[in-house]
């Protein structure tokens, strides 16, 4: 059950473009479609931005979209916001029917 | 109103045990799976554990097994983290968290904190 990697930073200036990459293996990740990210303010509980790879939930701005390729999914937030400043984590299921999360990434917009 | 309130944190010496409760409201409690995901002092998120709605099962990341267990009572809406043997490093807030199907976490409470220390 080792972590999902994720870069530690990540930074963009307001309007930019930015994608955050959690790599894992064939036995989370890659194996099924059920990787998850939240978005987490400092001090506040995380809040969940895309489901099953690719989905927003409802209230969820278009900015933010998700991605997989092999063991490596992908969070892409376009048109970068100051409010966007915060920390992002990506999570997936696992073989062990348990769940893992990445280290998280902090994201700074300029 | 969806609410998820943890309680039952606080400071326990190493070796110590702790029981956190979980009081959720707003939502179908009996129909949805339910997590205690972790955060230690300036890190990452960690998933704790799962348990099914009918409580038919358990699921827990390895550094707990054996210390930690999750339980539910659906008649009273409540979730519970029984904490034992405690070590330091399992100082963190703990969140009492619902979700959709057994992967989508779509319900947070604020936290409740557990420090391990002498």
Known sequence: QSALTQP???????????TIS??????DVGGYNYVT???????????LMIYEVSNRPSGVSNRFS????????????????????ADYYCCSYTSSSTLVFGGGTKLTVL | EV????????????GGSLRLS????????????MSWVRQAPGKGLEWVANIKPDGSAEYYVDSVKGRITISRDNAGN????????????DTAVYYCVGLFGNTRMIYWGQGTLVTVSS
């Open chain 1, 8 to 18: 530690a930073s990540a930074s963009g200036s307001p309007g930019q473009s930015i």
């Open chain 1, 22 to 27: 959690c790599t894992g293996t064939s036995s």
């Open chain 1, 37 to 47: 990210w939240y978005q987490q303010y400092p001090g506040k509980a995380p809040k």
């Open chain 1, 66 to 85: 998700g991605s997989k390729s092999g063991n490596t999914a992908s969070l892409t937030i376009t048109g970068l916001q100051a409010e966007d400043e």
């Open chain 2, 3 to 14: 609410q998820l309130v943890e309680s039952g944190g606080g400071l326990v010496q190493p």
């Open chain 2, 22 to 33: 979980c009081a959720a409201s707003g939502f179908a409690f009996r129909t949805y799976w």
């Open chain 2, 78 to 89: 409540s979730l519970y983290l029984q904490l034992n043997s405690l070590r330091p490093e």
